[in-house]
């Protein structure tokens, strides 16, 4: 939100002319480069990576807008010779209670323009093609949206990265008095990715909400399509939205009804409370689809919103929007578990549970087993490349040890408890295989476990049908065949901290086919410095680099999972969304990865599993496997190959011989 006065200018203006005089009172150094009054000076920008935009002035000439607009890149250079760029809608806001008792403030369109004339030192001014001075009121405020496509400069050569900016007037042209602004932009980028269209054209909420004014969606006989209802349509699935029926599972299972998902508390945004205090029928009908509020259907009827505050107060509608997820995050942080493994002689391991209080002390299992809907736990040996598949891997001709210790609040067989304790013993365990980790990796075995709890709420019950149940924080134990150090797989490419910026503190992963966790400091583990680094390094006990349930089908091991997953619901197109580093060393630890499937030439009816190089793997589940291939194996690559050929080349890639890919750059190369 970019708010400025017009004295602001003047300011500038006088500063240069202070500037330009003291000038004059020395004759050492060179004459410098060419200025323009209150404005940058110098040669324009060759080159645009990122594209700032400032509305500078608004004057008007018979109620008509005259704005001015400028522009500069990264380095802060003038910008000149846009050519994609308009002011895509000017509006005023009609204050709350001013088109009916109850009703919200709206926004209200008046008109749009790409006429300008380039000034040719980084200003562009604005005047309208269409604009309504019938409506048009001084005394409100007054917004412009300006919007720069991704294009070129009128070089047709130099690329333009989209930008889009709101900028708040008074009805003179000087800092608007009050705004609108409930959500903020950094609130959408923590799961949309960063200059990314949402929908239509649009990358920014503001747009987004200046455009789906109320009046504009109720003038279409669709009132259904105003910001304030289609953004809460989107991130549920109580009802499709759209020309195509769209239905939003994803966005509903990651926001989780919880509306300080969106809804955070910022010293900037002056109506960030709004959402508690204005209660409408346009908004609550996104969520609660099953209310008629004129035929009076799940509610009292009623035909405006003149009286929803008198039973719908703020601090009632905020707890009764927030309690839930308050419970069930205390209700998690109530437990945890401490687990060890340890191995024995026979190359077995014992893992030994404790389910600890909120304080880390250790309670009695016996008390819990009852109200343990699931406790799940999965072994693998080798961290940096795991040497048991979900499945039996072609390695080693062994699955990963998957055992329930607890399920449906009964002990499992082969589990007992000592001291207090859960304990099982794994059969023997493949430590010291070969691997291309090292058998120094293969020493170490290592556990991911999962708790699953009955509950009501607030407390647990114990389990039985039509119980709730809450997938609590996970625990990670390691244990070597040798006595030393466990091998541990690198941390620092990405941090739970990143997946939390979405996911939240309370979404249950995998809940279901799992136990399922939520993402805590539970898995949190020291490094070398000293510090707590909560890493995704947990995950590879099942996402083997021979894939999961479906081998190659699904692209399943980590290194491809990750990115295959959240580029099909097209949430990344940024390295720097979830990566805080590239270690490109691990690599040197990694063989083939399981990539495709293919029907079984020894065996017609069954699926052969066919592997690419892990360089390769990474890169193409992005970017993907046939679109790179020929690249990939020109530099000692393979591409969906038989598992042997591909493991063999496994380091014989040259990838990073030319490439030398940063997070904020992973086309770079080196020169």
């Known amino acids: 939100m970019m708010n400025k006065k017009n004295s602001k200018l003047a300011l500038m203006l006088v500063a240069s002319a202070v500037s330009v005089a003291l000038s004059g009172c020395g004759s050492d150094g060179d004459d410098g480069k060419d200025g323009i009054p209150g404005l940058p000076g110098g040669e324009p920008a ?11 002035k608004v004057t008007y000439e018979d109620g008509m807008p005259i704005v001015e607009v400028f522009a500069t890149n990264e380095e802060d250079l003038v910008v000149v010779g846009l050519k994609d760029i308009s002011i895509k809608n000017s509006a005023q806001l009609i204050p709350a209670g001013a088109t009916g008792a109850g009703n919200s403030a709206n926004w209200q369109k008046l008109g749009s323009t790409s006429t300008f004339v380039d000034n040719k030192n980084g200003s562009y001014e604005f005047t309208f093609d269409s604009f309504d001075t019938d409506t048009f009121n001084a005394d409100l405020t007054q917004r412009f949206n300006v919007v720069s496509k991704a294009s070129t400069l009128l070089d047709g050569v130099t690329p333009v990265p989209v930008s889009e900016i709101v900028a708040d007037f008074d009805g003179e042209g000087y800092e608007a008095k009050y705004t609108k602004n409930i959500v903020s932009h950094e609130v959408c980028t923590a799961c949309h990715a960063e200059g990314e269209t949402i929908h239509h054209q649009a990358t920014t909420a503001e747009t987004c909400i200046t455009c789906h004014t109320q009046e504009w969606a109720d003038g279409r006989g669709k009132p259904e399509v105003a910001f304030a209802h289609l953004v809460h349509n989107v991130h549920n699935s109580n009802k499709a939205w759209g020309h195509n029926d769209n239905t939003a599972e994803t966005a509903h299972a990651i926001v989780q009804d919880n509306c300080q998902s969106c809804h955070v508390e910022s010293e900037d945004l002056t109506e960030w409370g709004n959402w508690t205090r204005v209660p409408t029928m346009e908004t609550c009908t996104s969520c609660h689809t099953n209310i008629d509020f004129e035929a009076g259907q799940g509610h009292p009827q009623q035909s405006d919103n003149s009286n929803c505050i008198a039973c719908h107060n703020a601090s009632w509608t905020e707890e ?7 419970e069930k995050k ?41 109200q343990i809907q699931r406790l799940e736990t999965i072994t693998n040996v080798g961290p940096n490349f795991p040497v048991m598949g979900y499945n039996a891997s072609p390695g080693t001709g062994l699955a990963k040890v998957a055992v329930d210790l607890v399920s449906g609040g009964e002990l499992q067989d082969m589990v007992s408890v000592v001291a207090g304790n859960l304990e099982y013993t794994i059969p023997s365990l493949p430590f010291g295989v070969d691997s291309p980790a090292g058998i120094q990796d293969t020493d170490t075995a290592f556990s991911f476990i999962g708790l699953e709890m009955c509950n009501d709420g607030v407390a647990t019950v114990d389990c039985g049908d039509d119980v709730m149940t809450t997938s609590m924080k996970a625990d990670m134990t390691f244990g070597t065949f040798s006595g030393e150090a466990p091998s541990m797989r690198h941390t620092d490419s990405v941090a739970f901290s990143t997946c939390q910026n979405c996911h939240g503190e309370t979404f249950e992963i995998h809940k279901g086919h799992h136990a399922g966790f939520v993402m805590t400091e539970q898995l949190g583990r020291e490094n070398a410095d000293g510090e707590v680094i909560i890493g995704v390094d947990a995950c590879v006990t099942c996402h083997t680099p021979d894939g999961t ?22 949430i990344i197109s940024d ?34 599993s066919l592997y690419t190089t892990p360089i390769t793997a990474t890169c193409a589940s992005c970017h993907g496997f046939e679109e790179i291939k020929n690249h990939a194996q020109s530099q000692g690559g393979l591409v969906n190959g038989p598992y042997q050929e591909a493991n063999d080349a496994a380091q014989l890639e040259t990838c990073f011989f030319c490439h030398a890919p940063t997070i904020f750059d992973h086309t770079a190369v080196k020169m």
């Open 46 to 56: 060759e080159t645009i990576a990122q594209l700032n935009l400032d509305v500078t």
């Open 320 to 326: 009764i929007h927030t309690s839930g997820l308050a």
């Open 330 to 370: 205390a209700f998690i942080d109530m437990y945890g578990m401490n687990s060890t493994l340890t191995v024995n002689e026979d190359n077995s391991a014992t893992l030994s549970v404790s389910i600890t209080d909120a304080t880390g002390n250790a309670l009695n299992a016996s008390d819990f087993v009852s």
């Open 549 to 570: 349930y479906a081998s190659g089908a699904n692209q399943g091991a980590l290194e491809m999972k990750l990115h295959s997953v959240h580029g099909a619901e097209d």
């Open 575 to 608: 390295c720097t969304q979830c990566h805080n580093d590239f270690n490109l060393d691990a690599f040197k630890l990694k063989g083939a990865l399981a990539s495709s499937v293919i029907e079984a030439y020894s065996d017609p009816g069954q699926k052969e």
